[in-house]
């Protein structure tokens, strides 16, 4: 069975730091491009970051570029994302995604693979001000 399974959500205050992982039990997980999506309750999912197969390409979302980095380790089946100086508006429940969708020309994540997709169940992110 495939999944992804988050951790590293918490509360934290505005300008604080957190550290979001998923750990995947997918086989070739190193054929996958694969991100975060974030949704607060009553507003549209967004996609936050991604990153390709290869450990090259990287998107990320405007209002959080120069603030969150992520990556990857194809050894270990993970990725992650560092979150820095933390704002109220980045509250949200991230999760981490295995999906085609990421090859759209609005991300521009590749993999060599693109037969799976796959969500977490998600990690709750809580910034206070």
């Known amino acids: 069975e495939v999944q992804l399974v988050e951790s590293g959500g918490g509360l934290v205050q505005a300008g604080g730091s957190l550290r979001l992982s998923c750990a995947a039990s997918?086989?070739?997980?190193?054929?996958?491009?694969i991100g975060w999506f974030r949704q607060v309750p009553g507003k549209e999912r967004e996609a936050v970051s991604c990153?390709?197969?290869?450990?090259?390409?990287?998107h990320y979302l405007d209002s959080v570029k120069g603030r969150f980095t992520i990556s990857r380790d194809n050894t270990k089946n993970t990725v992650s994302l560092q979150m820095n100086n933390l704002k109220p508006e980045d509250t949200a429940a991230y999760y981490c995604?295995?999906?085609?969708?990421?090859?759209?020309?609005?991300?521009?994540?590749?993999?060599?693979?693109?037969?799976?997709?796959?969500w977490g169940r998600g990690a709750l992110v809580t910034v206070s001000s």
């Open positions: 995604v295995v999906a085609p969708i990421w090859e759209s020309s609005a991300y521009g994540c590749y993999g060599r693979r693109r037969d799976v997709e796959v």
């Open positions: 997918l086989f070739s997980f190193e054929d996958y491009a």
């Open positions: 990153v390709s197969s290869s450990d090259g390409a990287r």
